[in-house]
């Protein structure tokens, strides 16, 4: 029953940075872990980062390591994306999701209650 917004999405040119909010209303999120995916026209939905519930543990796919920061705030039942030095590439609707698993899972599968996703386009 858990309800997620993201917001925080635009247009920004190459190398500028976003900071990407999911507001989760509801229920509260902090016993679970939560993730970022994005999804390109045309292609799969993607792996982006994700965190335990307490926020002491993250993980990134690679192409975005040293770039992005996942981080929360269980006290306002949010989940942040920072990205940085943004690409081309980087441009997508981001999405964030509850981890229904016990681990830093990369795949969709082992999410719910996913957000409608608010869009990032990096122009060149």
């Known amino acids: 029953q858990v309800q997620l917004v993201e917001s925080g999405g635009g247009m920004v040119q190459t190398g500028g940075s976003l900071r990407l909010s999911c507001v989760a209303s509801?229920?509260?999120?902090?016993?679970?872990?939560m993730g970022w995916f994005r999804q390109a026209p045309g292609k799969e939905r993607e792996f982006v980062a994700a965190?335990?519930?307490?926020?002491?543990?993250?993980r990134y796919v690679d192409s975005v390591k040293d770039r992005f920061i996942v981080s929360r705030d269980n006290a306002k039942n949010t989940v942040y994306l920072q990205m940085n030095n943004l690409n081309p590439e980087d441009t997508a609707v981001y999405y964030c999701?509850?981890?229904?698993?016990?681990?830093?899972?990369?795949?969709?599968?082992?999410?719910?209650?996913w957000g409608q996703g608010t869009q990032v386009t990096v122009s060149s």
């Open positions: 965190i335990t519930w307490s926020g002491t543990s993250t």
């Open positions: 999701a509850v981890n229904n698993s016990p681990w830093l899972s990369t795949t969709v599968e082992s999410y719910d209650y």
């Open positions: 509801g229920r509260t999120i902090s016993n679970y872990g």
